[in-house]
Protein backbone atom coordinates (compact mmCIF):
# COMPACT_ATOMS: atom_id res chain seq x y z
CA UNK A 1 0.00 0.00 0.00
CA UNK A 2 1.88 3.42 -1.09
CA UNK A 3 1.03 6.62 1.37
CA UNK A 4 2.57 9.95 1.84
CA UNK A 5 6.17 10.61 3.97
CA UNK A 6 3.57 11.97 6.43
CA UNK A 7 3.29 8.05 7.36
CA UNK A 8 6.74 8.08 8.50
CA UNK A 9 6.06 10.97 11.66
CA UNK A 10 5.77 8.56 14.34
CA UNK A 11 8.85 6.49 13.57
CA UNK A 12 11.27 8.80 12.73
CA UNK A 13 10.14 10.95 16.01
CA UNK A 14 11.69 8.02 17.98
CA UNK A 15 14.78 8.71 16.33
CA UNK A 16 14.90 12.18 15.75
CA UNK A 17 14.60 14.59 18.64
CA UNK A 18 12.84 17.10 15.97
CA UNK A 19 9.99 17.01 12.96
CA UNK A 20 10.95 14.76 10.54
CA UNK A 21 8.20 15.28 8.04
CA UNK A 22 9.43 18.89 6.97
CA UNK A 23 13.18 17.72 6.92
CA UNK A 24 14.33 18.33 3.60
CA UNK A 25 16.10 15.39 1.06
CA UNK A 26 18.13 15.60 -2.20
CA UNK A 27 17.83 12.49 -4.40
CA UNK A 28 20.82 11.07 -4.85
CA UNK A 29 19.67 9.08 -8.36
CA UNK A 30 17.46 12.10 -9.64
CA UNK A 31 18.85 15.06 -8.00
CA UNK A 32 14.99 16.29 -6.81
CA UNK A 33 14.79 18.02 -3.86
CA UNK A 34 11.66 18.43 -1.26
CA UNK A 35 10.55 17.25 2.12
CA UNK A 36 9.87 13.65 3.74
CA UNK A 37 6.35 14.40 3.16
CA UNK A 38 6.28 14.66 -0.29
CA UNK A 39 7.73 11.27 -0.55
CA UNK A 40 5.90 7.79 -1.40
CA UNK A 41 5.99 5.30 1.60
CA UNK A 42 5.21 1.74 0.51
CA UNK A 43 4.29 -0.52 3.75
CA UNK A 44 3.40 -3.26 4.54
CA UNK A 45 7.66 -4.92 4.35
CA UNK A 46 9.93 -5.51 6.69
CA UNK A 47 9.44 -1.85 7.77
CA UNK A 48 8.40 1.22 5.64
CA UNK A 49 10.76 2.05 2.24
CA UNK A 50 10.16 5.80 1.29
CA UNK A 51 10.80 6.58 -2.42
CA UNK A 52 11.47 9.71 -4.64
CA UNK A 53 8.36 10.97 -5.86
CA UNK A 54 10.23 12.29 -9.16
CA UNK A 55 12.07 8.82 -9.96
CA UNK A 56 11.05 6.02 -7.57
CA UNK A 57 14.36 5.20 -6.28
CA UNK A 58 14.73 4.16 -2.68
CA UNK A 59 15.35 7.46 -0.44
CA UNK A 60 15.27 5.88 2.74
CA UNK A 61 14.07 2.42 4.44
CA UNK A 62 12.98 2.70 7.82
CA UNK A 63 12.57 -1.12 9.94
CA UNK A 64 11.48 -1.15 14.27
CA UNK A 65 12.42 -4.15 15.83
CA UNK A 66 11.25 -4.63 19.34
CA UNK A 67 14.54 -3.02 20.39
CA UNK A 68 15.93 -1.22 17.89
CA UNK A 69 15.23 0.86 14.84
CA UNK A 70 17.47 0.45 11.42
CA UNK A 71 17.10 3.54 8.97
CA UNK A 72 19.35 3.08 5.93
CA UNK A 73 20.18 6.42 3.97
CA UNK A 74 21.63 5.21 0.67
CA UNK A 75 19.03 6.52 -1.98
CA UNK A 76 19.46 10.25 -0.10
CA UNK A 77 22.35 12.63 -1.48
CA UNK A 78 21.46 15.24 1.32
CA UNK A 79 19.13 15.18 4.46
CA UNK A 80 18.00 18.39 6.08
CA UNK A 81 17.33 18.51 9.22
CA UNK A 82 15.14 21.77 10.67
CA UNK A 83 16.32 23.51 13.85
Same mark, same amino acid.
Given at each position: M !??D #??A???D?? !? *???? !??T????T %?? #? %??H?G &? &?A??? *???P *?P #?? &??R %????G?V???? &?????RV?????????? !???L
Amino acid at each position: M !ELD #GNALAGDLA !E *VFAI !EMTSAGFT %CA #G %CKHTG &V &VATLR *VWTP *VP #GA &VAR %CPSCGDVIFSL &VRTPSRVYLTLTGTARL !ELPL
